[in-house]
């Protein structure tokens, strides 16, 4: 199937563009999120539009959808130039777009959702048969029986709602499809029925705009990609043959592995431990671990999921019920049993779960880092010295290359990765020692990840004591100075970086070597 798909994109290379964008800009106060950027996507095509978050690819597609206007360029369709005020006008347009967050209401059922606002009826009583039935047909169209039309769509699983979500824009018959980050939720087996779907809307000659950060996604079954860096074009190529670091190398500049950490980066000859865990228990989780981090040097665990590596971490923050064992702070026992006391001895969590666990996504990016620090930025411990909080904020906004419109943006308007600098700025305004993170870049782009690499590198660099709790073997290999090996909440192994290979690591993860610690 993945050869043909190649053939009917290279036939489509002779048909004039469903879609062209030409010269498009746009400006807020302060950026320049686009600059003459030109896009173009064919019938029959599914074309990935690439770039790490900030690059423009959301605004560009918010132009498209009707969402903002653009200050300079031209939209043409079917080669005739047309003007798109609104969403509404979009979808008139033929253009369909699904967006990351599911829009459905709950509270509906499946029918009703797809066709909101379009009901069958007289005007007076809606007939809900005829819904039924015309819902059914647009998922028929999808290949999807499985689905009840009937059921509410609270009840369905994540993968469905997508679907139905999907066969909601699709009820409206575009010709022009955008898909923004649509596998994010979706587990293995429902991303492959996902692609599926999209390959056969290709033959009926939909032109399709994919956005992700998988790249093995986006080079197994993606025609053409266009890739945009900090609001400019970089190209647009022929996606056969290409390989994944081949994109992100050209997404972000430089290769990804230029930001992991080098031999001359690794940890000073400084023996100053600032951690030390003696037989550490969480529950039926975490059976008897012990280890010690010393001042400067970056701690990789990892393990398959549930190996207890994410409850280890939760436990040195005080957020592990029936924790057990001894911590040392500088050689000093502490006890940790709740956020507020790891705080007060240095030790700051960032857990993968950013947006419940993290953030408070309606205030501001200001109020967000500095929160826990307000008693510094008080005078006489009364009056918060707000241009101290401005000044302070700016600095970090700067240090870590944080892209917001303002200090004042509310924090759910930044991209994953911007989110997880907020958080990281806030613990650094604190000045702990002990930082750690709990899958520091999932859910980012590889941009993003290279710019969290080297932030870590440099904080290393600066004395801090890091531990990086992750399943992805070429982060931990990357930025490891040793290497703990969790299988069935039992310390596995110990493994020094320059003894570490990606088999070794996973012959531990999946069987459980013990060796000498």
């Known amino acids: ?240 043959g290409v390989t994944e670091e081949e994109l992100a190398e050209r997404m972000i500049g430089q290769q990804v592995e230029g930001c992991y950490r080098t031999e001359d980066q690794t940890r000073p000859d400084s023996a100053e431990v600032l951690l030390e865990v003696n037989g550490l228990s969480v529950g039926d989780r975490v059976h008897d671990v012990s280890f010690a981090l010393r001042r400067g040097e970056i701690i990789g665990v990892t393990g398959l999921l549930g190996a207890g590596q994410n409850e280890l971490a939760r436990a040195l923050f005080g957020i592990a019920p029936k924790a057990a064992g001894t911590i040392r702070r500088r050689g000093r026992e502490v006890r940790i049993g709740s956020p507020a006391e790891a705080i007060d001895q240095g030790i700051c969590l960032l857990t993968e779960h950013r947006k419940q666990e993290g953030l408070f996504p309606d205030l501001s990016v200001k109020e967000n880092m500095t929160l826990p620090s307000l008693g510094v930025f008080r005078r006489g411990g009364v009056f918060l010295d707000n241009g101290r909080e401005r000044d302070a904020v700016r600095r970090f906004i700067d240090a870590l290359h944080i892209v917001v419109r303002s200090a004042g943006s509310r924090v759910r308007t930044l991209s994953g990765g911007n989110q997880q600098k907020v958080i990281l700025a806030r613990w650094l305004m604190r000045d702990l020692e002990v930082l750690i993170f709990i899958e520091p870049t999932r859910g980012i782009d590889v941009g993003a990840k290279a710019e969290i690499y080297g932030d870590l590198v440099r904080l290393a660099g600066e004395g801090k004591g890091i531990i990086v709790v992750s399943t992805e073997l070429p982060e931990i290999l990357g930025l490891s100075d040793r290497i703990l090996v969790m299988h069935g909440g039992r310390l596995a192994r110990v493994v020094e970086r320059e003894a570490a290979t990606e088999e070794g690591l996973l012959a531990t993860i999946q069987g459980g070597h013990a060796d000498g610690v």
């Open 1 to 240: 199937m993945h050869g043909k798909t190649r053939v009917a994109s290279n036939q489509s290379l002779t048909v004039p563009p469903a879609l062209e964008m030409r010269g498009i800009s746009k400006r807020f106060p302060g950026v320049v999120a686009l600059d003459r950027v030109d896009f173009s996507v064919r019938g029959g095509e599914i074309h990935s539009l690439i770039g790490q978050n900030g690059a423009g690819k959301s605004t560009l597609m918010n132009i498209l959808s009707g969402v903002y206007p653009p200050d300079e360029g031209q939209i043409l369709i079917d080669g005739k130039a047309v003007t798109i005020g609104h969403p509404r006008e979009a979808l008139r347009r033929g253009i369909g777009t699904v967006y990351q967050e599911l829009s459905l209401l709950p509270n509906l059922s499946v029918a009703d959702n797809i066709f909101l606002g379009r009901e069958a009826g007289n005007g007076f009583v809606i007939d809900e048969r005829v819904i039924v039935d015309r819902a059914r047909a647009v998922l028929d169209l999808l290949g999807e029986t499985a689905i009840d039309v009937t059921a509410r769509a609270r009840n369905l699983p994540l993968a469905q709602q997508q679907i139905v979500e999907i066969a909601k824009v699709l009820s409206h018959e575009p010709r022009i499809l955008i898909l923004d980050e649509p596998t994010a939720p979706l587990a293995a087996e429902e991303t492959r029925r996902l692609f599926a779907i999209l390959h056969e809307l290709k033959t009926r000659g939909l032109a399709i705009i994919f956005i992700s950060h998988r790249f093995q996604e986006i080079v197994a079954h993606c025609d053409r990609g266009t890739i945009l860096r900090n609001g400019r074009l970089v190209l647009t190529l022929p996606l056969a």
